[in-house]
């Protein structure tokens, strides 16, 4: 059955590892039959959560802030399956991943009991150790919490210069990841 796919891009490198991780899985994932949306957040103008709680009055606009997270609103809540995809910055994701996800509450805040929309997720990372322990203990929990089913997750170590991807085992687990859903 082909899903709806929304991929958030975390990574400034718009030919790094990471994009090379993700252009893997959309292979795949297209290849399956799934439909991909990819969102480039480095070159998307979206500002930090306030913290307002004033979202949720509109649906179709549910942040109070009118910014680039207009273009992912509708598209992740028609979304199956949300794949977050960073660099390893400081043992987490980028900021600018985490920035637009907390922007997601908004979509919550449309809900009487702040409830997120029930979806499934993946996580592609690339970094140039392998530290990725706090990053999985922060996406477990993630999934824990909002009630979201975890797909898989890619972690490609020993990667920091743009392309010492290639050739890289990940990719093709990327790949099949995107395939197999």
């Known amino acids: 059955m082909s899903k709806k796919i929304v991929i958030l891009n975390g990574s400034p490198r718009p030919k790094g590892n990471t994009s090379a991780l993700i252009q893997s899985f959309v292979d795949g994932a297209v290849a399956a039959g799934h439909t991909v949306t990819r969102f480039d957040l480095q070159k998307m103008d979206i500002h930090p959560c306030l913290g307002c709680c004033g979202g949720g009055k509109d649906p179709s606009s549910p942040c109070v802030q009118k910014d680039d997270m207009q273009k992912i609103y509708p598209a992740y809540k028609e979304a199956d399956i949300v794949c977050l995809a960073s660099p390893l910055y400081y043992w987490t994701v980028s900021g600018q991943l985490k920035c637009a996800f907390d922007r997601l509450f908004a979509v919550a805040e449309c809900n009487e009991n702040l409830t997120n929309p029930i979806k499934d997720c993946v996580l592609l990372m690339a970094a140039e150790g392998y530290g990725f322990e706090e990053t999985t203990y922060w996406y477990d929990r993630l999934m824990q919490h ?29 790949y099949r990841l995107g395939n197999t859903l």
């Open 146 to 174: 909002l009630g979201w089913t975890d797909k898989g997750k890619i972690l490609c170590g020993g990667v920091f210069d743009v392309g010492d991807i290639k050739g890289n085992e990940k990719l093709n687990e990327a």
